[in-house]
């Protein structure tokens, strides 16, 4: 039977789009957790109250038979587990879970959405950069979070009835029209000081290491609570250990380029910048320029206003007393 013109096109477009279904599979069940991830909400350190409102999330959504509420996983401090808080969020639930980062155009969104089914967690972390080069960038995740739809160059495209949990460390930049259809906000801290310790020794023990305490305390300390830095000096500790069977803090801290007070190398420059350059006092835009960093210097700043080593008041950054002396130590340091 010939067929007809139209019926040809069909096949093709139909062709074209077997071709081209490259979303990537979600990770589901155990493959979740590969890289040393918590595997259960009791191995989780901390965020007792982001775990127990997503707790009561999830036993909601499962009593109903419905797919996961949309999430959002916002925090300042870096490195403080959202990711970890995603993936046993799909672990629960029993779903399958992809990840994307930073500013997802909508054609890549699509390609991820290929291969996802109903109440998979799609986990967008660093989300709020969606937003560069202006708000309506992130015009399409707004009809995703709203409608379930993608609104492509195409036409709009109905996908997956999924779950969106946004993590980002700066929310004030995301439009507040997203931010409306994000109705699960779990409050999520920083580690305790007792936590912090506990952290170390949990990464510590899925490492397959065991260290002394006075490790165990530097690494807390140094670490400023970030599981992501407790990782890296923890590593450090490991491999120098294996070179020579000691445990040296001083080599740990050099090769990872941090302060026994948590400074790592950008804050240092930072307050030898705004002390020395600056005489004290400067804009954002000022102590960027002198320290030739091209990205943002939120973290750092907050890290630093943590420590009160610096304040951000209307007329710029200015350094505090403590954070005078800290910098008049570092000095010290480097000019022994």
Known sequence: MALSPQMKARLRAAQYNLNTHD??????????????????????VGQHQAVARLQA????????N???????????????????????????????????????????????????????????????????????KAEWALHLLQDGRLLTAAGVEQVADITVVMATT???????TVLSRLPIKPVITAPSEGEA????????????ITIP?????????????????????????RDGHAVDGRWDLNRMLG??????????????????????????????????????????????????TNKGLIEITPQGRRMTTAGAERTMALLDVDAA
Not at 217 to 223: F, G, I, L, M, N
Not at 258 to 282: F, H, K, P
Not at 291 to 296: F, I, K, Q, T, V
């Open 170 to 176: 700066d929310a004030q930049r995301l439009p507040l």
């Open 255 to 304: 090769w990872c380029g941090v302060t026994a007070d948590g400074l790592n190398q950008l804050a240092q420059e930072y307050l030898m910048v705004l002390l020395i350059q600056c005489n004290g006092m400067a804009g954002q835009t000022t102590i960027a320029s002198a320290l030739s960093e091209p990205g943002p210097l939120h973290h750092t700043e907050q890290l630093l």
């Open 197 to 208: 310790i506990d952290l170390v020794c949990a990464l510590a023990g899925r490492m397959g």
């Open 57 to 64: 999330a999830i036993a909601s959504a499962q009593a109903e």
């Open 66 to 136: 419905r797919r996961l509420d949309h999430v959002l996983l916002a925090s300042g401090l870096p490195g403080v587990g959202k990711t970890t808080l995603a993936r046993l969020i799909a672990g629960s639930m029993g779903v399958g879970f992809c990840e994307v980062s930073g500013p997802v155009s909508v054609d890549e969104a699509r390609r991820v959405l290929r291969g996802m089914e109903d109440r998979d967690v799609l986990f967008w972390d660093e989300c709020h950069q969606a937003v560069q080069g202006g708000k309506g």
């Open 213 to 237: 305490d006075e490790v165990v305390t530097a690494v807390a300390v140094a670490s400023n609570g970030s599981p992501r830095d407790m990782s890296a000096l923890l590593i450090a500790a």
């Open 23 to 44: 979303g990537a599979a979600p990770r589901r069940g155990a493959d979740i957790f590969t890289g040393g991830y918590p595997a259960t909400w009791a191995e989780l």
